[in-house]
């Protein structure tokens, strides 16, 4: 049960889920990744077609799907900077434990006289780990602030421009495959033609 694990399974179960959270942000950018490029394929459709209304909605999409693609990438940059905060204050721990319990032992062979130092010692580390906490509510705060980004972010990091740079890229890149195909085919029955003569 839940109640009975050790601090260990606790710590480890904790950071299970946030690798859980990580692995959804990765998992939630690809699917980004895939939305841009159908989002992309549905304007060149909408160009073709002179539909200036849908395009129009299209390249919101596109722009709200560019501001949330950043928003993800800092969340994720927030956790990962999180995990390595939260690992070097573990260390930092395991280093001040092991160097209480060192100036325990030395203690006990020489008697007290150490102890005041290194209660002195124990809680610089307890001030040092509260440093990282205020570090940590920073991240949190920085990450909330980017949520309430505006249209107006998402137009700076895509702008109609580069959306219709985009569209027009794509559309060149299928025009000469078709055009490849067609030399290719026409070369392949020029070849045939030519082996049914001799």
Do not use: C, P, W
């Amino acid at each position: 049960m839940g109640i009975f694990k050790s601090k260990e399974e606790k710590r480890m179960d904790r950071d299970l889920e946030v690798r859980k959270g990580m692995n959804a942000i990765r998992r939630n950018l690809k699917d980004m990744d895939k939305h841009t490029k159908e989002f992309i394929d549905k304007a060149k459709k909408a160009k073709r077609i002179g539909d200036n209304e849908q395009l129009k909605f299209i390249k919101s999409a596109l722009k709200k799907t560019a501001l949330s693609k950043k928003l993800r990438e800092r969340q994720l940059l927030s956790l990962e900077t999180a995990m390595q905060i939260k690992n070097q204050a573990e260390s930092d721990g395991e280093f001040a434990h092991a160097m209480l319990e060192v100036s325990k032992s030395i203690s006990e062979v020489y008697g007290a006289t150490d102890l005041a130092k290194t209660q002195k010692n124990f809680e610089k580390a307890m001030m040092q780990a509260e440093t990282l906490q205020d570090r940590m509510q920073l991240v949190v705060e920085s990450m909330s602030e980017s949520l309430s980004a505006s249209d107006e972010d998402a137009e700076k990091i895509l702008s109609d421009k580069d959306i219709d740079r985009m569209i027009d890229d794509e559309a060149v890149h299928e025009e000469k495959g078709e055009l490849d195909k067609e030399i290719e085919k026409g070369l392949k029955e020029i070849e045939e033609e030519m082996g049914k003569e001799s």
